[in-house]
């Protein structure tokens, strides 16, 4: 019985450790400036805006306190590391996430070619 108590043990903490292996591989930090983190998401969360502003707000929460920004591309070889930007790094962001607490503001904003999309509140 101690056994298999610990067979379960071990498979639980394994399935964790798996897990947030995969969410730090879909969304993780690049590079930044000052209080502006700069993102790569997997292909496939960016593609879905409900998931993503879930995920940025989560970042948010964990990363920082009243006020954030990310700026989020698919293609980390495409990304920008530090400020200022290339109009190629401008271009291929596919999102934007800006919090502020204060003013509660809580917005996803999703981009095309450096112009906003869609936003996603």
């Given at each position: 019985?101690?056994?298999?108590?610990g067979?379960?043990?071990?498979?639980?903490?394994?399935?964790?450790?798996?897990?947030?292996?995969?969410?730090d591989?879909?969304?993780?930090?690049?590079?930044?400036?000052?209080?502006?983190?700069?993102?790569?998401?997997?292909?496939?969360?960016?593609?879905?805006?409900?998931?993503?502003?879930?995920?940025?707000?989560?970042?948010?929460?964990?990363?920082?306190?009243?006020?954030?920004?990310?700026?989020?591309?698919?293609?980390?070889?495409?990304?920008?590391?530090?400020?200022p930007?290339?109009?190629a790094?401008?271009?291929s962001?596919?999102?934007?996430y800006?919090?502020?607490?204060?003013?509660?503001?809580?917005?996803?904003?999703?981009?095309?070619n450096?112009?906003?999309?869609?936003?996603?509140?």
């Amino acid at each position: 019985m101690r056994a298999e108590s610990g067979l379960v043990a071990s498979l639980v903490f394994l399935a964790s450790v798996s897990v947030a292996y995969s969410a730090d591989a879909d969304f993780r930090r690049i590079g930044g400036q000052g209080k502006v983190d700069f993102m790569v998401a997997s292909p496939v969360l960016a593609k879905d805006t409900t998931k993503l502003h879930k995920v940025a707000k989560e970042y948010a929460n964990k990363n920082r306190t009243d006020w954030c920004k990310l700026l989020i591309w698919s293609d980390g070889k495409k990304a920008a590391k530090k400020l200022p930007m290339t109009d190629a790094q401008v271009n291929s962001q596919v999102a934007s996430y800006e919090r502020n607490k204060a003013t509660g503001l809580d917005r996803l904003r999703i981009l095309k070619n450096g112009d906003v999309v869609k936003d996603v509140e």
